[in-house]
Nanobody, 119 residues
Framework: QVQLVESGGGLVQPGGSLRLSCVAS????????MGWFRQTSGKEREFVGG????????GYSDSVKGRFTISKDNAKNTVLLQMNDLKPEDTAVYYC????????????WGQGTQVTVSS
């Protein structure tokens, strides 16, 4: 069984930084991409950024480009999301996700971790 477990969320002041971690377990060899999404109450889940399993391709939403960085540690089956210069509008539940081989969209999801940006 494939599982994604996020950690690292919390409360931070505007302009601060947080780093989220996502540890994958199970049949991770089927992963093609891994990514981060976020969701606030009453809104659609929003793509934040993604990375290929080889780590050679990344992509970000315009709202976080230049502030957030995704990286992978294949030895630890971990994907990291470094978030800098955080803004109140970054407040959301952040989800780690994976897209498996043959899937047309991200099909494996973590349980989410809350990030709150407030003074």
């Amino acid at each position: 069984q494939v599982q994604l477990v996020e950690s690292g969320g919390g409360l931070v002041q505007p302009g601060g930084s947080l780093r989220l971690s996502c540890v994958a377990s199970g049949r991770t060899s089927s992963f093609v991409y891994m990514g981060w999404f976020r969701q606030t109450s009453g809104k659609e889940r929003e793509f934040v950024g993604g990375i290929s399993t080889a780590g050679d391709m990344t992509g970000y939403s315009d709202s976080v480009k230049g502030r957030f960085t995704i990286s992978k540690d294949n030895a630890k089956n971990t994907v990291l999301l470094q978030m800098n210069d955080l803004k109140p509008e970054d407040t959301a539940v952040y989800y780690c996700a994976a897209r498996t081989l043959g899937a047309s969209r991200y099909d494996i999801w973590g349980q989410g971790t809350q990030v709150t940006v407030s003074s």
